[in-house]
């Protein structure tokens, strides 16, 4: 069975701080990553994913991700985080041909104005 | 469009009692899920439908049941509440059929069971 490992459980951070958040995955197959972002009252939306080609994406917002499949990782990274990036973050992986996910534990970050 | 949505959006019931949860896509996706999510844990798949007609059990399954009522709506029935069951569940919605489609999400129902 695949897993998913957020060890970041909450990061508080300064606005214009750098942001790198940690997702590692365990399943020896082909997959498919994905970053999803939990708003304060909002319902989840996704920021970004990847299934194949550059392993470097970008998403929404001035996030991006790197996909680095020797490291089984799928870190999220933002060069100058706002103090609207205060959210809760979670990296989603699934089996290429398989459609559930199996999501971290999440990562809850706190922009400090 | 409304996208997907869920009611209740909160509800309380006492043990032993059952619920059904409603959650309905405009999307015209063909696969929908139920998820839980609980502190510290993320989300955890509870039932998802690939399409219309066939509903498959995710990780967490026990003390549930769905029903793919057509290609809009599928359905999370609680027959008997227990407290272990406390958590905000989450509806979703994807298509048209492949492991990289987005997963789009309803607002969520926050349940808790005295």
């Keep these: 069975a695949q897993s998913v490992s957020q060890h970041n459980h909450h990061v508080i951070l300064s606005e214009a701080a750098s942001l790198e958040l940690g997702c590692n995955y365990s399943y020896g197959g082909t997959v498919n990553l994905f970053w999803y972002v939990q708003y304060p009252g909002q319902h989840l939306q996704l920021l970004l994913k990847y299934f194949s080609g550059d392993p470097l994406v970008k998403g929404i917002k001035g996030f991006e991700a790197e996909f680095i499949k020797s490291k089984f990782s799928f870190n999220l990274r933002k060069p100058s985080v706002q103090w609207s990036d205060t959210a809760e973050y979670f990296c989603a992986v699934n089996a290429a041909g398989r459609r559930a996910l199996t999501f971290g534990s999440g990562t809850r970050l706190q922009v400090q104005p | 469009n409304a996208g997907v949505t869920q ?108």
């Design chain 2, 7 to 114: 009611t209740p959006k909160f509800q309380v019931l006492k043990t032993g009692q059952s619920m059904t949860l409603q959650c309905a896509q405009d999307m015209n996706h063909n696969s929908m899920y139920w998820y839980r999510q609980d502190p510290g844990m993320g989300l955890r798949l509870i039932y998802y439908s690939a399409s219309e007609g066939t509903t498959d059990k995710g990780e967490v399954p026990n003390g549930y049941n769905v029903s793919r009522l057509n290609k809009r709506e599928f359905s999370l029935r609680l027959e008997s509440a227990a407290p272990s069951q406390t958590s905000v569940y989450f509806c979703a919605s994807s298509g048209p059929g492949q492991s990289t489609d987005t997963q789009y999400f309803g607002p969520g129902t926050r349940l808790t069971v005295l």
